[in-house]
């Protein structure tokens, strides 16, 4: 079975700018969260998409939004992009929701905001 | 926010000794699980514990719980160079769906 993948795996974007990053989770897994980790604040919860539907949310501005496809494979966004921005953008996939269960981590895309 | 705090924050032993973690929690919990990350890369699902389990093993893995304490600890027996790594917990609060992670344990194993 294919792993989680991610692209793009590097990005280089300007202050302002917005960005979108992908997320195609193992085949047959529904749900798909999004986590930020930087040196300073290390692994943080972005949001939870499960069938299409977003089931939770972190603490993040409302520049940070994703959504989810009818195949389960996920997006996210950025909006109007700041320096700290930076980070290791990490995508896991999980056959349910409700964080009981292991998730599996994709790569990872590695934001650079300049 | 952050969830799990562990300790030590760096460790550094040479092939062949056993290495342990802790991981202290502040809420209650349903699960705790623990995680590999290599540099830069996705991390790897190593083991999860429920809140009525004391204990786990999974290879050269042990994982203990205190649910008591909240605290958790993972001992890797015989260590190799390949273990080097940052291992995280993650802790999944009662009521809440989303992990919370610690900042992780900076594991360097010597050949």
């Known amino acids: 079975k294919a792993g989680v993948t991610q692209t793009p795996r590097y990005l280089i974007k300007t202050r302002g700018q917005q960005v979108t990053l992908s997320c195609s989770p193992i085949?047959?897994?529904?749900?798909v969260s999004w986590y930020q980790q930087t040196p300073g604040q290390g692994l943080q919860f972005l949001f939870e998409?499960?069938?299409?539907?977003?089931?939770n949310k972190g603490n993040f501005p409302g520049r940070f939004s994703g959504r989810q496809f009818s195949n389960s494979r996920s997006e996210m966004n950025v909006s109007t992009l700041e320096l700290g921005d930076s980070a290791l953008y990490l995508c896991?996939?999980?056959?349910?929701?409700?964080?009981?269960?292991?998730?599996?981590f994709g790569p990872g895309t590695r934001l650079t905001v300049t | 926010s952050q969830q799990g705090e562990e300790d030590p924050q760096a460790l550094s032993i040479q092939e062949g000794e056993n290495a342990t973690m802790n991981c202290s929690y502040k809420?209650?919990?349903?699960?705790l699980q623990w995680y590999r990350q290599n540099s830069g890369r996705g991390l790897v699902h190593l083991i999860l514990?429920?809140?009525?389990?004391r204990e786990k093993h999974s290879g050269r893995l042990r994982v203990t719980l205190d649910t008591s304490k909240k605290s958790s600890s993972l001992l890797i027996t015989a260590s190799r160079a390949a273990d080097t790594a940052s291992y995280f917990c993650?802790?999944?609060?009662?009521?809440?769906?989303?992990?919370?992670f610690g900042a992780g344990t900076r594991l360097t194993v010597k050949p």
């Open positions: 896991a996939s999980s056959p349910v929701t409700g964080g009981g269960y292991e998730q599996y």
């Open positions: 993650a802790t999944l609060p009662t009521g809440n769906n989303d992990m919370r």
């Open positions: 998409y499960f069938s299409e539907t977003q089931r």
């Open positions: 809420t209650s919990i349903n699960n």
């Open positions: 085949s047959g897994h529904r749900s």
């Open positions: 514990i429920r809140s009525n389990e």
